[in-house]
C-alpha cells in the first residue's frame, strides 16, 4: 500500500485596490516536501460570492460549476514536475488566474478567499 503523502499547498492573491470591478490575482502553489512521487493531483477552490473568474493565467483552465473552481492535475506536465501526472519529491506546481469583483457587501468586509 503506498504511504500517504502531505502536499504544502499556498493559496495567495495580489492585484488591485478592492473595488466593484477590481481584477485579483490568486496564486495557487503545490509542494511535495515529502520523498515520494505523488500521482493524480487534483486541486479545488471556491471564490467568494462577490468574485467572478476571468481566466487562467498559468496551469490548465479549471473546471468550473458556478464559483467552485476544479484542477485535475493527473495528465499534464507543469511547473518542475518530470513525469506527465506525478509531482516528484521537491517538485512544484503553480496555478494561477484572475478574478473580478462583480460586487461588495459591506457586511462581509474583510472579503476573503
Same mark, same amino acid.
Given at each position: 500500500? $503506498?504511504?500517504?503523502?502531505?502536499?504544502?499547498?499556498?493559496?495567495?492573491?495580489?492585484?488591485?485596490?478592492? /473595488?466593484?470591478? /477590481?481584477?485579483?490575482?490568486?496564486?495557487?502553489?503545490?509542494?511535495?516536501?515529502?520523498?515520494?512521487?505523488?500521482?493524480?493531483?487534483?486541486?479545488?477552490?471556491?471564490?467568494?460570492?462577490?468574485?467572478?473568474?476571468?481566466?487562467?493565467?498559468?496551469? $490548465?483552465?479549471?473546471?468550473?460549476?458556478?464559483?467552485?473552481?476544479?484542477?485535475?492535475?493527473?495528465?499534464?506536465?507543469?511547473?518542475?514536475?518530470?513525469?506527465?501526472?506525478?509531482?516528484?519529491?521537491?517538485?512544484?506546481?503553480?496555478?494561477?488566474?484572475?478574478?473580478?469583483?462583480?460586487?461588495?457587501? $459591506?457586511?462581509?468586509?474583510?472579503?476573503?478567499?
Amino acid at each position: 500500500m $503506498p504511504s500517504p503523502v502531505t502536499l504544502d499547498i499556498t493559496l495567495t492573491t495580489s492585484g488591485d485596490v478592492p /473595488a466593484v470591478g /477590481a481584477l485579483i490575482t490568486y496564486t495557487i502553489r503545490i509542494v511535495n516536501n515529502t520523498p515520494y512521487s505523488v500521482d493524480h493531483v487534483t486541486i479545488w477552490d471556491t471564490l467568494p460570492q462577490d468574485m467572478i473568474f476571468e481566466n487562467e493565467i498559468i496551469g $490548465p483552465s479549471p473546471v468550473r460549476t458556478g464559483n467552485f473552481m476544479y484542477w485535475d492535475l493527473s495528465d499534464k506536465m507543469l511547473g518542475s514536475a518530470t513525469i506527465p501526472g506525478r509531482l516528484e519529491p521537491n517538485g512544484e506546481i503553480t496555478i494561477e488566474f484572475t478574478a473580478r469583483i462583480k460586487t461588495i457587501d $459591506p457586511s462581509r468586509l474583510p472579503m476573503s478567499n
